[in-house]
Structures are given as structure tokens and as C-alpha cells.
């Protein structure tokens, strides 16, 4: 499986990210119609809109803060120490990034004629994409029992994938602004795995996904 914290996978999260930043958004093509289509799917199918409505909010600032929090007592309980410092500055680092690039780039959201919950910030990158793609997939790679940790990351970045498009469906975003999302979320948890093996925190090691070992702590 892939390393997240190689250089060419890093480089590579980092150009996606730059990318959607740059070309996505109300003047893109690619953007627009896909909004329109996902309109033309909420129009006649409130249940399924509102079905939706419930699932995106596994994504929010709510239940991913509370579930990373959650992992690193659970891991503070194992006297995983360091992992645990580890995974709570993932999340609190993935969040007030996101708040600030939200700010720097200033994208505005899609005209919107539906939702009485529209977010009041602006649009890139998708902060429940990136939220739910970082937090749910360093607690695969750090909290996981080895044996289950291919499972538990297929898991993590299903449910990101799904979380996302949750949020093109509901109108709330552009498409670039998930797939920018989801780099941003994979590049810090790369940028997490790195240093943890520098600091000592976890062991270096050739698939720190790959179940031939766990990502030990040192503490």
C-alpha cells in the first residue's frame, strides 16, 4: 500500500491541492456542471437530500474533533503517549489549517436555493473532506490493531470519499473544493506519519500501513 509520507506522494498531494486551488470554483467548467447535475438529483428526491443532510455530518468539526479526541484517549489509556500527542496535533493542526486557507483563497460557495444550514465560511478547501479524510485515516494508522490496520484505512478513506461527495451533492461546495480537501487531508497525515518517525513517536519502516508492524510508540 502506499506510503503517505513518501516524497513523491507528498509532492504530488501538494500539486492536487494546488491545482484545485488554482482552476476550480465558480469559473471552471468541470465545476459548475456537476453542481447543476447534482441539483438535478436533490430536486426530486428530498428523502435522499435529507438522508444526505444526516450522513455529511460525520464529517463535521463536531464528530471528527470528538472521534480523534476519543483515539487519543484510547491510546493515552495504552500508554501510547507520544502517538496520542501525535494524533491530536493532526487534528487540531488539519482544522485551524483548513480555517486559514478558507481565508487566504476566499473562494465563495455555490449559489445556493436550498439549504437553510448553507455555511457562512467561504468554500476552499471542503472542511468536512479534509476533516474526515485526515482524522478518520490517522486513527487507522495509529490507533488500528496491526492485523485490522489494512481493513481499518480501507474504512478511513472510504467513508472520506463518501463524506465528500456529500458535500458536491448537497451543493455546499464545489467539486474542487472536496478533491482539494482530500489532499490537503492525506498531505497532513503524511506530513503527521514523517514526523512521528522522526521524533521517535512511531517506528520507521518500509509499509507502516502494511500490518508488518505496528507503528509502535517509544514511550
Not at 480555517?99 to 465563495?108: E, N, V
Not at 468536512?128 to 487507522?140: D, G, K, L, Q
Not at 521517535?200 to 502494511?210: T, Y
Amino acid at each position: 500500500m502506499t506510503n503517505f509520507s513518501r516524497p513523491s506522494v507528498l509532492l504530488a498531494l501538494t500539486a492536487i491541492f494546488a491545482l484545485a486551488a488554482l482552476i476550480g470554483g465558480p469559473g471552471n467548467p468541470f465545476d459548475v456542471t456537476l453542481n447543476n447535475w447534482a441539483a438535478g438529483l436533490r430536486q426530486p428526491n428530498p428523502q435522499l437530500t435529507s438522508l444526505i443532510v444526516i450522513l455529511t455530518q460525520f464529517g463535521s468539526i463536531y464528530a471528527t474533533v470528538g472521534l480523534g479526541l476519543a483515539s487519543c484517549a484510547w491510546l493515552a489509556f495504552r500508554r501510547r503517549f507520544r502517538v496520542a500527542t501525535l494524533l491530536a496535533a493532526l487534528v487540531i493542526v488539519e482544522r485551524l489549517s483548513v480555517d486559514g486557507l478558507k481565508l487566504a483563497i476566499s473562494r465563495p460557495r455555490p449559489d445556493l436555493e436550498l439549504l437553510p444550514l448553507m455555511p457562512g465560511s467561504f468554500s476552499y478547501p471542503s472542511g468536512h473532506s479534509a476533516n474526515s479524510m485526515a482524522v478518520f485515516t490517522a486513527i487507522a494508522l495509529l490507533a488500528a490493531p496491526p492485523a485490522w490496520r489494512r481493513l481499518a484505512l480501507a474504512i478511513a478513506i472510504a467513508l472520506g470519499l463518501v463524506i465528500g461527495m456529500t458535500r458536491i451533492f448537497l451543493g455546499v461546495h464545489w467539486p474542487s473544493d472536496v478533491i482539494g480537501g482530500w489532499a490537503w487531508g492525506l498531505l497532513l497525515v503524511g506530513l503527521m506519519l514523517e514526523a512521528g518517525r522522526r521524533s521517535g513517536a512511531i517506528e520507521a519502516q518500509h509499509d507502516v500501513i502494511g500490518g508488518h508492524l505496528p507503528p509502535a510508540s517509544q514511550d
